[in-house]
């Protein structure tokens, strides 16, 4: 359902206003209506973030009920990342092969609703945007029941010998990577269904024309000027599908835990605020990092 | 030759729906789980065909307590961030401004930051500025994270729109205030109304951030996660199978509208006003 709003919208130029908008009392206008949205924004985006910057560097032997003391505990940071570096390495390996997962489904299922299904577009549009309807975590529980070990699913896998007699999906990475990429998809396919949409299909038919196999059509062709989808895409998919705890939480076990367990039992269980502050600012930094590289090497900055 | 030949120009839409399948799969899981009748509360299987579950939805108090308490959440952060991000949209359209882009990038954070980050700094600002955490804590915080995406679907209706519309408006004498009242308004209303589901359903669903700034308040994703270590109630999948068919009602209602809609533009005025007289 959100993700209809992450369809890129380009970046045209406001419309010159009407002749009579430009008049004096005008000036003030865009700042009064600016006002409250920007500063509800800014008391509760902005500020929130400075706080958690000074939480991540309060004095790590304080607590929530002595109070605790900015002490500028840089330190902090590198005990985190000592004691959690290997879910911090396994938020990046799972979203990272669920967005390879998700790259080989939702490009085709994009294409073809753009440029094969003719008439039937909407209505499968709709068919992507539907099964996000139902609640985030009901659609998880209920892969919790497919890949349950009585479930047909291991039963038929067990059958054909691609799982042992006691192999299991339930409680494995392989739960949690394939929950990632079924919560995130529509997030990756919308934006590239709106770029392959725009796609003229007589360059296509021009590249065949010109003899190019359908590989290379697709390599030349469809893939450079899908590009803003896909970025847009990929930045969708990926920065949430990092960031969640849930899939691990539900569909594997302390040994799939992410770093999003982490913060949430920092936060929530253990009331260590300096280090889950810790946490969360090196998590928001590693996928800033990954995601400005990213955008580098993809060679445009368009999406921001 | 010839079936080789089908297959390479057909095999895009098999991927398609086998990949629409997996998005399908779940969905058919819980609309058969909320017709099930469970051997134990910690079963997740298929055990026998009810109806009771659709009967009592309510049959477990909390989870409907829980339901009602999300709608109203959804409900308070819909209508404040739909007139915030609204205001905000009309601005950003439609003026010229010195911070425009600094603005721009205040829109564009809260989409691009990890929900986890956003629900742990607003849990510590509400945590030291000695702020109760519970039902109003979670409407900040839904507010904020569902203006950015407001701003973006009306603002995308409103420079995607004719501005010669309006222009006309005023040649025609009409004051600013009619010509907003009966031009701009109608156009930008869609955008308004798309902007407006899109932010109820993020707020409904939310889970990430409330879970940090609910206190003890219970959203029914918060139910549904405390419930999943003591074992769901079946009625969790009939509100799960109830939200898909409203949303797809919705969906399907709104889209009809529109292809009446776009059917009576073609019509000329002079004939509608006929038809009203």
């Known amino acids: 359902m959100s993700a209809l709003a992450h369809l890129p919208t380009g970046s045209r130029q406001p419309a010159s206003p009407p002749k009579a908008a430009r008049s004096e009392r005008y000036r003030l206008l865009p700042y009064l209506l600016l006002l409250p949205g920007a500063a509800w924004l800014f008391l509760f985006f902005v500020v929130p973030l400075v706080q958690l910057a000074a939480a991540s560097l309060y004095d790590p032997t304080g607590s929530l009920s002595t109070g605790y003391v900015l002490t500028w505990a840089f330190g902090n940071y590198p005990a985190a990342v000592q004691a959690y570096w290997p879910q911090f390495a396994r938020s990046f390996a799972y979203a990272g092969i669920a967005l390879l997962l998700a790259l080989l489904m939702g490009y085709p299922l994009a294409y073809a609703i753009a440029q094969r299904a003719g008439r039937w577009k909407n209505l499968l549009l709709v068919c992507v945007i539907a099964p996000m309807f139902t609640s985030f975590l009901v659609r998880t529980l209920a892969w919790k029941t497919i890949l349950s070990d009585n479930g047909w699913l291991v039963g038929l896998l067990r059958d054909v010998h691609l799982l042992g007699p006691d192999g299991r999906l339930l409680a494995t990475p392989i739960a949690v990577v394939l929950g990632l990429t079924y919560n995130f998809l529509p997030f990756l396919v919308l934006p590239l269904y709106a770029s392959l949409e725009r796609l003229d299909h007589r360059l296509l038919e021009a590249s065949s024309d010109l003899y190019a196999s359908p590989l290379k059509t697709f390599r030349r062709v469809t893939l450079p000027l899908s590009m803003p989808g896909l970025i847009a895409g990929t930045l969708l998919f990926f920065i949430p599908a990092t960031g969640d705890y849930i899939n691990a939480e539900l569909l594997g076990t302390p040994n799939e835990y992410m770093i999003g367990n982490v913060i949430d039992s920092a936060f929530l269980v253990r009331l260590d605020y300096p280090q889950g502050a810790a946490l969360s600012f090196l998590l928001m930094s590693a996928i800033l990092a990954v995601v400005f590289g990213y955008l580098r090497r993809a060679g445009t900055r368009e999406v921001l | ?277």
């Open chain 2, 1 to 277: 030759m010839r079936i080789s030949r089908w297959f390479a120009e057909h095999w895009v839409l098999g991927v398609a729906l086998l990949v629409l399948g997996y998005l399908f799969l779940p969905i058919a899981v819980v609309a058969a789980l909320s017709l099930n009748r469970p051997s134990s509360r910690l079963s997740y299987d298929f055990n026998e065909f009810t109806l009771d579950n659709w009967r009592n939805p309510c049959a477990t108090a909390d989870m409907c307590d829980a339901v009602l308490r999300s709608v109203q959440i959804g409900f308070l952060a819909t209508v404040a961030a739909t007139v915030l991000g609204t205001l905000m949209a009309f601005a950003l359209a439609r003026h010229r401004f010195r911070g425009r882009s600094g603005l721009n990038v205040l829109i564009f954070l809260p989409m691009a930051t990890p929900e986890l980050v956003m629900g742990t700094s607003l849990l510590a600002l509400f945590v030291s500025g000695g702020v109760p955490l519970g039902f109003w804590t979670i409407v900040i915080a839904h507010v904020m994270f569902c203006v950015s995406f407001v701003v973006v679907t009306v603002k995308a209706r409103l420079t995607g729109m004719d501005g010669r519309l309006e222009e006309a408006a005023m040649d025609l004498y009409a004051s600013e205030w009619q010509t907003f009242r009966r031009i701009t308004l109608p156009l930008v209303l869609p955008g308004i109304v798309a902007a407006a589901l899109l932010a109820f359903s993020l707020s409904f669903d939310d889970f990430i951030v409330t879970n940090f700034n609910s206190g003890t308040t219970v959203t029914f994703p918060m139910y549904v996660w405390g419930a999943a270590q003591r074992g769901i109630p079946p009625q969790v999948n009939v509100i799960g199978t109830a939200m898909f068919l409203i949303a797809l009602l919705l969906v399907l209602a709104t889209s009809l509208r529109g292809r009446q809609a776009r059917r009576a533009a073609l019509v000329p005025v002079s004939a509608r006003e006929g038809d009203r007289s």
